[in-house]
């Protein structure tokens, strides 16, 4: 019997989020299923979340017994996806879309020269129309919205009025979560940024969307405290030494961070007001910096572990 084929492919990879898997899965429910399948992957569950996504009859379930980590369970979905297109969805944000994004989404990935699209980080830049819960997420949130568009005006190029990667020019990896389905194993924690690294090796283009009139991620959780947030950077630290490792693309922090400094210094008279909380996250990612040599992370498991603490 021939499989059905569809043109995009949702993989959720969980563990324990019988909070969140609910109406994660509600608000997927609105995509027209004939074109979207969902795949949620249970990463050795122990609690109610199997059962509650069973509850979706649209979704497929794919089971480990033991966990095994977000980059493995990873692997093992991209083997039971069946769309042309995957998109990696974690289980705390929401894949905002209407009818009209959706369409033209739909048309974009028609084009066989396209490899992945970059979508804003979350909720941003859209993230100053929402409700924040503590400041240490605010001000991350708030940096990062500025660093990526640092980077998006150092590290693209208009082709026919839309955003694309300029791989002559790159500084920085941006996070990819919509990807073509093409044979690819997660080697790192950083899985996001391998996926935009295994695009640019494999010669793809790679579309940008930073508009809310396409679909984004918003995140679910609007906070987090000074120790966990630490504790990300530090991850983000290490796994950025493994990406230097399997794909061979050395960051030069220097430069990167001098000519971030040059742009928010030239824009100081529009993001005044929000130097401080720039300034606090570079902050943040110094501590990680100094810490991360005391930690000796034996697995990718362990090292997942440590982003926040699930």
């Known amino acids: 019997m021939r499989k ?34 969902i795949i949620v992957g249970l990463d050795g569950c122990t609690d109610r979340t199997e059962k509650i996504a069973k509850k979706f009859g649209f979704v497929r379930i794919i089971k480990s017994k033991e966990r095994v980590g977000k ?26 879309f209407n009818k009209d994004s959706i369409g033209r989404f739909l048309e974009d990935i028609g084009n066989e020269s396209l490899g992945g699209i970059v979508l804003p980080p979350h909720n941003l830049p859209f993230l100053k129309n929402k409700s924040i819960a503590n400041n240490e997420y605010l001000n991350a949130a708030v ?22 990667v300029d791989k002559t020019k790159l500084l920085y990896p941006f996070p990819v ?5 093409i044979p690819m194993r997660m080697k790192t924690v950083a899985d996001d940024l391998e996926r935009f690294y295994y695009l640019i090796d494999s010669n793809y283009d790679i579309l940008i ?7 984004y991620f918003e995140i679910v959780k609007k906070s987090f405290t000074r120790e966990e947030h630490i504790r990300r950077r530090i991850r983000g630290h290490i796994t950025r030494k493994q990406l230097e490792k399997f794909y061979r693309k050395r960051i030069n922090y220097r430069k990167l961070y001098i000519s971030f400094m040059i742009y928010v210094i030239k824009n100081i008279p529009t993001i005044r007001s929000d130097v401080f909380k720039i300034l606090a996250w ?20 362990t090292l997942w572990e440590m982003r926040d603490g699930r």
Not at 71 to 96: P, T
Not at 145 to 163: A, P, V
């Open 4 to 37: 059905q084929k569809y043109r995009v492919s949702i993989l959720i990879p969980v563990h324990n989020e019988e909070k969140l898997i609910g109406e994660c899965l509600k608000n997927l429910s609105m995509l027209p299923l004939n074109k979207f399948e």
């Open 71 to 96: 980059a493995e369970m990873l692997n093992i979905l991209f083997d039971h996806a069946m769309g042309e297109f995957l998109i990696i969805h974690d289980v705390d944000w929401r894949f905002i």
């Open 143 to 164: 940096a990062l919205h500025y660093f990526h568009k640092f980077l998006l005006e150092k590290q693209t190029k208009l082709i026919n009025g839309r955003l694309h």
């Open 177 to 181: 979560n919509i990807i073509r389905n």
């Open 209 to 215: 969307y930073n508009t809310p009139t396409m679909p």
């Open 282 to 301: 570079q902050m943040r990612i110094i501590q990680a910096y100094l810490k991360s040599g005391e930690y000796e992370v034996q697995s990718p498991l």
